[in-house]
T-cell receptor, first 111, second 114 residues
């Protein structure tokens, strides 16, 4: 079992809709959870991080963490074509330590 | 890619050749990482360095060595390149203080081993 798993997609949503991206992890000791966006041919860019159970909102993005279920998600409200990218989930056990990535979910937002 | 530089951007090697990928950051970050990215595989951690003077293996360390030369620089060496090492290599640096987390990736090195 991979340490961090994501649906590979592609996930296609219409412009203006909510895109929901999901990630599960296997290490119950994991403490920090991250979402990255990667445009084709570019390097990943950190967009959200979350440490505590519950929701964390930043603009159109909401990260949701449920440690009991070992599940973290990213919601993108009012999706735009410019949100079309691959979204990577990453998890680590302690700050500054080993950061493990999922395989990424490709999101396509159709005008 | 603010603050993290990688060289070279592209490289073609023949099987058995060696090379060093260079990474430097100017943000005074303690932690640095080397990842490889292959189609459909996400990012896989090769080695990381939590602080100057320390290095640790990641998920896929075989065939690689690293050096944390100082706080700024973290290099990745391929001693005897193999076609399976054809990939895009990313360096990253991070800093974490209470409630705040920074991470930046370099632009990547696209390596082909023939």
């Amino acid at each position: 079992q991979k340490e961090v798993e994501q649906n590979s997609g592609p996930l296609s949503v219409p412009e203006g809709a909510i895109a929901s991206l999901n990630c599960t992890y296997s290490d119950r000791g994991s403490q920090s959870f991250f979402w990255y966006r990667q445009y084709s041919g570019k390097s990943p860019e950190l967009i959200m991080f979350i440490y505590s159970n519950g929701d964390k909102e930043d603009g159109r993005f909401t990260a949701q963490l449920n440690k009991a279920s070992q599940y973290v998600s990213l919601l993108i409200r009012d999706s735009q074509p410019s949100d079309s990218a691959t979204y990577l989930c990453a998890v680590n056990g302690y700050r500054g330590g080993k950061l493990i990535f999922g395989q990424g979910t490709e999101l396509s937002v159709k005008p | 890619n603010a603050g993290v530089t990688q060289t070279p951007k592209f490289q073609v090697l023949k099987t058995g050749q060696s090379m060093t990928l260079q990474c430097a950051q100017d943000m005074n970050h303690n932690s640095m990482y080397w990842y490889r990215q292959d189609p459909g595989m996400g990012l896989r951690l090769i080695y990381y360095s939590a602080s100057e003077g320390t290095t640790d293996k990641g998920e896929v360390p075989n065939g690689y060595n690293v050096s944390r030369l100082n706080k700024r620089e973290f290099s990745l060496r391929l001693e005897s390149a193999a076609p399976s090492q054809t990939s895009v290599y990313f360096c990253a640096s991070t800093a974490s203080t209470s409630g705040r987390y920074e991470q930046y990736f370099g632009p990547g090195t696209r390596l082909t081993v023939t």
